[in-house]
């Protein structure tokens, strides 16, 4: 991974002070953290680039290639960033996801100062229904990157979105609570991500006949999800598949060429809800 090269010089010391178990565990930290500060990084100069919104257009359809056998259309992506955030930590993966044959592509942004994960979610209903409107599909596939993914799946669980969501994938979402950075309480948004919260306890609830497939990407090394498993989907209603992702943190999810091909997979493969339950896939991107 190139953007790990800094950390190379620390490598011999790590694994001079360290047990051999130990030394790897800390090796692999090393190389997601200076990962994760490089994105970062990154994402700081092109924040200022997704404040606005996007555009809303109807893209025009790629030109028909008579050699080729026709595909299924595949539905529009809604893309939907994490907390104080925005649509520009998703440049890459649209761009990915362009490249291999995802036309109909588009960013919400809610505002920072958003205080419920409901009002948030009402706000994605609308919007998926606009796009609908304006493509002629009667359903969407969503990616929700940490908070945007429990924004969808209230969304998809508590306000009928099951029609509307064919797959939501959510990557490093808190979908039973993170205990991470105590004084953020302060935020009441970051009230509703703790353990326990009400708006967690109403997805904890029965939804019996849920259409939407869900598919979680956790990473092993993600420093915002305390405990890690906080960030896969246990719900015995859901028909959810979760992926552990090894070797990257929380910022290189909706970032990491890896992922973004784990993701687009997800969209393209149709499960049933007990092919999705036995399936246990596994991810490494070290």
């Known amino acids: 991974m190139k953007v790990t090269g ?74 939907l960033h994490g907390f104080i955030d925005n649509r520009s930590v998703f440049v890459l993966l649209r761009r990915s996801l362009a490249q291999h044959g995802r036309h ?34 009667s359903q969407v596939d969503i990616v929700g990157h940490s908070l945007g993914g429990l924004i969808a799946r209230y969304y998809v ?48 609830r029965p939804a019996p006949g849920c259409r939407t497939h869900f598919v979680s990407f956790w990473s092993d090394l993600d420093h915002l999800m305390d405990p890690l498993e906080t960030a896969c989907i246990d719900h015995p209603d859901l028909m959810a598949q979760n992926v552990r992702v090894s070797g990257i943190g929380h910022l290189a999810l909706p970032v990491h060429p890896a992922v973004a091909t784990g993701i687009r997979q997800a969209l393209d493969t149709a499960r049933t809800g007990a092919e999705a339950a036995a399936q246990a896939d596994g991810l490494t991107v070290a």
Do not use: W
Not at 107 to 136: V, W
């Open 157 to 204: 669980q508590r306000l009928g979105g099951d029609l509307r969501v064919r797959t939501l994938v959510t990557l490093g979402t808190p979908h039973s609570g993170t205990r991470v950075v105590p004084l953020a309480n302060a935020h009441p948004i970051v009230r509703q991500m703790r353990p326990g919260s009400p708006v967690l306890d109403e997805l904890a």
């Open 6 to 79: 800094a950390a190379l010089p620390f490598l011999p010391l790590c694994r001079r002070l360290l047990p051999s178990r130990l030394a790897g565990l800390s090796v692999a930290l090393l190389k997601a953290t200076a990962l994760e500060i490089a994105i970062l990084a990154g994402h700081l100069l092109l924040y200022p680039s997704g404040i606005a919104q996007e555009r809303r257009t109807t893209p025009a359809l790629p030109a028909q290639d008579t050699a080729q056998l026709p595909t299924e259309t595949k539905p529009p992506v809604v893309l």
């Open 104 to 137: 109909q592509v588009e960013s919400l942004n809610y505002s920072p100062l958003t205080c419920d994960i409901r009002t948030a979610a009402e706000l994605l209903g609308r919007h998926i229904e606009g796009i609908c409107e304006r493509t002629g599909s």
